[in-house]
């Protein structure tokens, strides 16, 4: 017999390089990550990072940290050389950004990299290339103290994956995005990066994290943003950072920043905290806007999950999910929902050019306004709307005295004085020593009841208006059997319901808060509910989802006419709340228009 064959082979360095490569390095921004946390790890103030046709061609990462001596650049580029760890225990309290000692080797393995660095003080520094995985010797060379990293011409050596690469500016975009993140999230380092030469950002040290988004984002979402600052279990769990109003809201998660010691992250628990954090200010399906610190002891956090690690394990996850959540909760209460009237201005502009373009040469700048001109994307976008209808009475001025200075609705030393004006029955003006506002009187005395019924919940079971005669309500067997199973904890929240035959539900009472309750409606409404969830909804959603629909149910309608003393009275009792500016489908109660929204609809600036 011939001897056996082994099919089973050991891997090379060279392979297993490029294996690891797979998972550390996905593109250009993926090495620009790497390398920038790296020049953190080494505690620079000042990182420059230099770009060529999006980081395909060149990326390069210059830093003042403290630098290599020859031992350490000479070891640079081997596998699982790291200097932040040394024993297994040191896994249970990595407080670095990096520690795997994966990203040199895999990055080395699959480019032209070259590491240049200088201890501080030493007189001359080192310098070690890495060639597709062919190490070179180790020369001396003149370099400031820190240490430069550049790696070119990115998978020349893997052509199949070269050619999943984006174009040069989708790159580079990505790359910018890993910068300002990583900008946003160390607070005391300057950052520079440039790109085919040109300066694309640039954010000093000294800037704090309000002034770094505003560098990145620009002053409109930076004015507008509400500190959160946080501390549990004797300051072993620090939350800080800020919040933005629910109308920065986007469709995709990109301003949605969670930073854990310094490092930026995508987790599952924080996304699901800021989602409960906002949940009744922000319409389903749209995501906040927030740049969040989370400050928590290493050893309670394991970051090493996944080579890029972009995930983290919390230990004590339970108690972590409640004080981010009330912390959020506190501060997002805080900010200003109300819709700005500047927005429906634009809108209404955009309706104008819409229904007749030869109107836009009226809205150039210079002419009649001072912003940049509409373009056609601007009028025929997602973000077009509909322009409100005009009010079909005049603004009522509010009298001298009348309201105090700065006050708005909900702020101390808002006395909520009229006069009042209700439009088509369903909207509330009132006037405002900057302007006015415009309130969905639905909308609020929705809120207003929903947070009545829910205190009551909490309280114990609601008191119930039981009915002399039981109301009876028609549903399908299956409905009925649907319904069966949860009656008893539909009793729990005031709606005494009751099988009444195989197709019919009695209704013997109902929240005594409800006014004019509509039974059937409400029965429709529970049916719904379940069959929505698809699964049998937990206690908590059902509660919830129960409370919503039965607060919209009892509320002030559309088309209702109201007094000025009910009027005044409903301002009040949403004052009370602790926050009114939302209804519990998170859409805003009010749209405030300002002077300066007013000028601008009138062509005076």
């Not at 972009?310 to 996850?317: G, L, S």
């Not at 919830?544 to 009910?566: F, Q």
Request: net charge negative.
């Amino acid at each position: 017999m011939g001897a056996e064959q082994a099919r089973i082979e050991v891997l090379s360095e060279h392979v297993r390089n490029q294996v690891a490569a797979g998972e550390v390095v996905e593109r250009p921004a993926s090495v620009v990550k790497e390398l920038v946390e790296n020049a953190l790890d080494a505690g620079a103030s000042h990182i420059e990072v230099g770009l060529e046709e999006g980081g395909i061609r060149l990326v390069r990462v210059t830093d003042n940290g403290c630098g290599m001596g020859r031992l350490d650049v000479e070891r640079s580029f081997l596998p699982h050389a790291t200097s932040k760890l040394r024993e297994p225990e040191d896994l249970e309290h990595i407080s670095s950004l990096g520690f795997r000692g994966e990203a040199l080797a895999s990055i080395g393995s699959i480019a032209r990299a070259q590491i240049i660095s200088r201890l501080r003080d030493a007189e001359l520094g080192w310098r070690v290339e890495d060639e597709g995985g062919r190490i070179t010797e180790l020369v001396e060379a003149g370099c400031p103290a820190g240490t430069t990293v550049e790696v070119r011409d990115l998978f020349y050596n893997t052509p199949a994956r070269r050619r999943f690469l984006k174009r040069a500016s989708t790159e580079f975009a990505r790359c910018l995005d890993v910068v300002q993140r990583l900008a946003l999230a160390h607070e005391g380092v300057g950052f520079v990066m440039t790109h085919d030469g040109k300066r694309v950002l640039d954010v000093e040290p000294e800037m704090d994290l309000a002034a770094r988004v505003r560098r990145a984002f620009g002053a409109e979402l930076a004015d507008a943003l509400v500190p959160v600052e946080a501390s549990h279990a004797g300051a072993r769990i620090r939350l800080s950072g800020y919040v933005a109003p629910p109308r920065f809201s986007r469709r995709d998660t990109a301003r949605q920043m969670w930073f854990l010691n310094g490092r930026y992250l995508r987790d599952k628990v924080l996304s699901r905290c800021l989602r409960e954090g906002y949940r009744g200010f922000l319409i389903e399906g749209r995501q906040p806007t927030a740049f969040l610190h989370l400050h928590l002891d290493p050893s309670t956090v394991d970051v090493n999950v996944s080579p890029t690690k972009a995930e983290v394990r919390f230990r004590e996850q339970r108690q972590l999910f409640g004080f981010c959540v009330n912390a959020l909760r506190e501060s997002v209460a805080k900010t200003d929902i109300a819709t700005p009237g500047e927005s429906m201005v634009r809108s209404m502009e955009r309706r104008v050019i819409r229904e007749d373009p030869n109107q836009a040469r009226f809205l150039e700048p210079g002419v009649l306004r001072p912003a940049s001109p509409v373009t056609a994307r601007e009028v025929s976008g997602d973000d077009y709307q509909p322009a409100p209808r005009p009010l079909a009475a005049p603004i009522i001025r509010a009298e001298e005295g009348e309201v105090e200075s700065g006050a708005v609705m909900g702020e101390v030393g808002d006395d909520l004085r009229g006069p009042f004006l209700q439009v088509a029955r369903t909207y509330l003006v009132r006037a405002l020593p900057d302007g006015f506002e415009i309130i969905d009187q639905h909308a609020l005395h929705e809120r207003i009841t929903l947070e009545d019924l829910r205190a009551e919940v909490l309280k114990g079971r609601p008191e119930v208006q039981r009915l002399l005669v039981p109301e009876l309500v028609e549903v399908s067997r299956a409905e009925l059997e649907r319904m069966r199973p949860r009656l008893a904890e539909f009793a729990e929240l005031g709606i005494e319901l009751e099988p009444f035959g195989e197709a019919t539900v009695a209704v013997h009472g109902l929240p005594s808060r409800l006014k004019k309750p509509n039974a059937g409606g409400l029965v429709r409404d529970l049916i719904s509910l379940l069959e929505e969830k698809g699964e049998t909804p937990k206690l908590d959603e059902l509660v919830e989802e129960v409370l919503h629909r039965c607060a919209c149910r009892s509320s002030v309608m559309a088309g209702d006419a109201l007094s000025e003393i009910e009027i005044r009275a409903l301002l009040e009792r949403g004052q009370a709340l602790e926050s009114d500016q939302t209804c519990p489908h998170a859409r805003p109660t009010r749209v405030r228009f300002h002077l300066e929204d007013l000028e601008k609809a009138f062509h005076r600036r």
